[in-house]
């Protein structure tokens, strides 16, 4: 058999068998939904007439007794009234012990009255539904009963076919129809059913309707029955052998249109794999349809055009994977900037694996913050990406710094935890975990081997970063050549941060004393000249406070050396305690420190040498070992203030190193401020009016700006606007031997701690 035959007779076999079966099972699953729910039905309305009468019963009881608990004789008669004017009952009855009647409302109802609670109801005809209760007197003693009832009639039956939605027969002692709702076409069909259901049971008429008795019972005491039509439409299974049939014609001609126009295009593609499986890659097939096959016809012609184009490619990608590791190792060998160097990995790592977008994460205190990231643009899920000033060669854009993922979660924070790479789709119905969004990943980590870590004695940690690319181009996921590729990237990038780690401690033990941690004498200098300049160029005070440990020879002398570190440790914790961050604290040798306080004037710096002599002086040092061993401490301060005190930052750490020694010679334990500098004269330098700029187009100094004085000769000419300029601690300015203006300076005790 052909490849056509066979598609017609296995679509032919597909759809037919399924429309039998089909066809069957909506045939029996109609006729068992239709007698399921009308048995459903008969349910609810028995529960609705047991509950119907069962309301009824307790109404009937509560009248019974509101009569019974009227004690006195002659007042019964009245409550009964009212129980019949409020509608609770019909009729009221009050007899004696023995059955006499004492009371009957007026209008009494035909008998037999059927009593709501009797467990066996007796046959006959039922006119009314009665409850009884017992009249007794204070003593307990039983007068008799008092009942109450309510017709049992056409209308009460219609009430309960109102009720529970069915039609309502009332049977009388001899199984005919007392009261009914029934249709007269259908009334002895329900009739006859009736009589041979028992129990609960539900059975079906010849015309189509379900029915079902409802006592009597015990709380119901009414022989009812009830029935629904059948809802199963008329004519079921006469349209469904025409649909069938109907099917059948159709799905033979669909077959045999379907397995020609099937079979053609495949022909035409087994060609032209059979001419590409030969080397042939210019091989096409005509595309005759938008169907699957249609598509899979493009898709082939497309694959053989990106084939070439992809083997063609491999070997340029190959040159530029060569070139970009080239200017890889340059860029290791040439610099320590570590920004630099991570950027150069991303940009190389993103052209060898043609991904869209990528980020270079290091971890920070179990925390991965993004250092460097290409292409996240659109990706980001925080708002507010903006440029990084920290960085001015960055381009305008996304801030690495606010991709931040904990270790442990979503993709990067996973690889980060167990140390290995992953690759693959990203899941839509994720949970957001602060990643750029993106399809596909591929994240690889990285960790430095022998690093300082491991130099350290210390246990290495799980990794340094991660390096995570998104999205390859062209759509398809990051595959294992990428991620070795990946890996090699991520290797430089764990050289790098090695690196600069290491050259980051070699400059911070270069910079710092190794007993107290504290700065150390170069790095003093180099500090309080940089602070000398930021205090000249924004008009702020600066302080400088020399600190020396009183008698520290004897400390060496008497405990040792090794107690003597102790002391200088402990000193320095103490210092670093009693200073604020932007504060500078610095060791410049032996048992002598400096402190630089930024924005401090006199008053402040003063305050800050008391709390520190206090802190030192109030809590001896204890030595660690046998016998408890405490040494009192104190020191001596020397204070000195820019631009009060001296005007450069070696003159203001030789001021502070004599106000030192004035406060050894005063006794030791106490602070000493420097003496102030003399204020130089001021001389006004006379400048034209009418000076004629020079050939650049700059003016010069006092000559006038659009037709208007200078500022220079305005004030030269007015004089100083400050009411305070002629106090000696105020000063508007100053000038030094080359008459050049430093500006104007706050007073000593206008900014202070």
């Given at each position: 058999m052909t490849l056509r035959g066979r598609l017609t007779a296995a679509f032919l076999a597909v759809v037919l068998g399924p429309v039998l079966l089909g066809a069957l099972l909506v045939g029996s699953t109609m006729a068992a939904v239709d007698r399921s729910r009308s048995a459903e039905r008969l349910g609810l309305a028995a529960a609705s007439v047991r509950t119907s009468v069962d309301a009824l019963c307790q109404q009937l009881r509560a009248a019974a007794d509101a009569v019974a608990l009227v004690a006195d004789q002659a007042g019964r008669p009245g409550a009964a009234?009212?129980?019949?004017?409020?509608?609770?009952?019909?009729?009221?009855?009050?007899?004696?012990?023995?059955?006499?009647?004492?009371y009957a409302t007026p209008g009494a109802l035909a008998g037999p009255w059927r009593d709501c609670s009797a467990d066996n109801p007796a046959g006959g005809p039922v006119r009314a539904l009665t409850a009884r209760v017992g009249l007794r007197d204070r003593a307990g003693a039983d007068l008799g009963a008092v009942a109450a009832a309510q017709p049992v009639d056409p209308g009460f039956v219609a009430r309960l076919a109102a009720v529970t939605g069915v039609a309502v027969t009332l049977l009388d002692d001899a199984g005919g129809v007392a009261h009914t709702t029934e249709d007269p076409g259908v009334r002895d069909a329900v009739l006859t059913a009736a009589r041979k259901v028992t129990?609960?049971?539900?059975?079906?008429?010849?015309?189509?309707?379900?029915?079902?008795?409802?006592?009597?019972?015990?709380?119901?005491?009414?022989?009812?029955?009830?029935?629904?039509?059948?809802?199963?439409?008329p004519g079921l299974y006469a349209a469904l052998v025409g649909a069938v049939v109907l099917a059948g014609l159709l799905a033979v001609a669909v077959a045999w249109r379907l397995a020609r126009v099937t079979t053609r295009p495949l022909v035409e593609l087994a060609g032209g794999v059979d001419r590409v499986a030969r080397g042939d890659l210019g091989a096409r097939v005509p595309v005759r349809s938008r169907d699957e096959i249609g598509r899979l016809a493009a898709a082939f012609n497309r694959m053989t055009r990106e084939t070439d184009s992809y083997v063609q490619a491999l070997t340029s990608s190959r040159d530029q994977l060569r070139g970009h590791l080239a200017v890889l190792g340059d860029t290791l060998?040439?610099?320590?900037?570590l920004q630099r160097i991570l950027r150069v990995i991303l940009h190389s790592a993103i052209a060898a694996t043609g991904a869209r977008a990528g980020a270079v994460l290091l971890v920070d205190g179990g925390v991965l913050v993004g250092r460097c990231a290409e292409g996240l643009d659109g990706r980001w899920p925080a708002a507010g990406a903006l440029p990084d000033a920290a960085d001015p060669a960055r381009p305008a854009g996304v801030d690495p710094a606010a991709l931040r993922v904990p270790v442990g979660r979503g993709v990067v924070g996973s690889v980060a935890a167990t140390g290995e790479p992953c690759r693959g789709r990203v899941d839509p119905a994720a949970e957001p975990t602060g990643e750029p969004r993106c399809e596909t990943y591929v994240a690889v980590p990285f960790a430095t081997p022998g690093g300082l870590a491991e130099r350290?004695?210390?246990?290495?940690?799980?990794?340094?970063?991660?390096?995570?690319?998104?999205?390859?181009?062209?759509?398809?996921?990051?595959?294992?050549?990428?991620?070795?590729?990946?890996?090699?990237?991520a290797g430089h990038a764990a050289v790098a941060v090695d690196n600069v780690r290491v050259h980051e401690e070699a400059q911070r033990l270069s910079l710092t004393d190794p007993l107290t941690g504290l700065w150390n004498y170069r790095y003093l200098r180099e500090s309080i000249r940089r602070e000398v300049?930021?205090?000249s160029r924004f008009g702020r005070m600066l302080s400088v406070l020399a600190l020396d440990l009183d008698r520290f020879k004897t400390v060496n002398d008497t405990w040792g050396h090794a107690a003597g570190d102790a002391v200088l440790a402990e000193f320095a914790r103490r210092l670093r305690g009693e200073i604020r961050e932007v504060d500078l604290a610095f060791r410049q040798g032996g048992e002598e420190f400096v402190l630089l306080l930024p924005e401090t004037d006199a008053r402040g710096a003063t305050i800050v040498a008391e709390r520190l002599g206090a802190a030192v002086r109030d809590t001896p040092v204890a030595l660690d070992g046998p016998g408890g061993v405490t040494i009192e401490v104190t020191v001596s301060v020397g204070i000195a203030v820019y631009p009060d005190h001296a005007t450069t930052g070696q003159q203001v750490l030789d001021a502070a190193d004599a106000a030192l020694y004035a406060a050894k010679a005063a006794g030791r334990d106490v602070w000493r401020l420097a003496e102030a500098l003399p204020w130089p004269p001021v001389e006004e330098i006379a400048v034209p009016a009418a000076a004629v700029s020079p050939s650049d187009g700059l003016p010069r100094a006092g000559a006038a700006i659009d037709g208007r004085e200078s500022p220079a000769r305005v004030a030269a000419a007015v004089g100083p606007a400050d009411p305070e300029a002629g106090r000696p601690d105020v000063p508007v300015a100053r000038s030094g031997p080359g008459g050049a203006s430093s500006g104007p300076h706050p007073s000593r005790h206008a900014r202070g701690r």
């Open positions: 009234g009212q129980v019949v004017s409020r509608g609770l009952a019909a009729a009221v009855l009050v007899t004696d012990v023995a059955g006499g009647v004492l129990g609960d049971r539900v059975i079906e008429t010849v015309d189509g309707r379900y029915v079902r008795r409802v006592g009597p019972s015990p709380g119901q005491p009414l022989p009812l029955v009830l029935s629904v039509p059948s809802e199963q439409p060998a040439s610099t320590h900037d350290a004695g210390a246990e290495p940690a799980t990794a340094l970063g991660v390096l995570v690319l998104y999205d390859r181009l062209g759509g398809d996921e990051f595959d294992d050549d990428d991620l070795v590729t990946l890996r090699t990237f300049e930021r205090a």
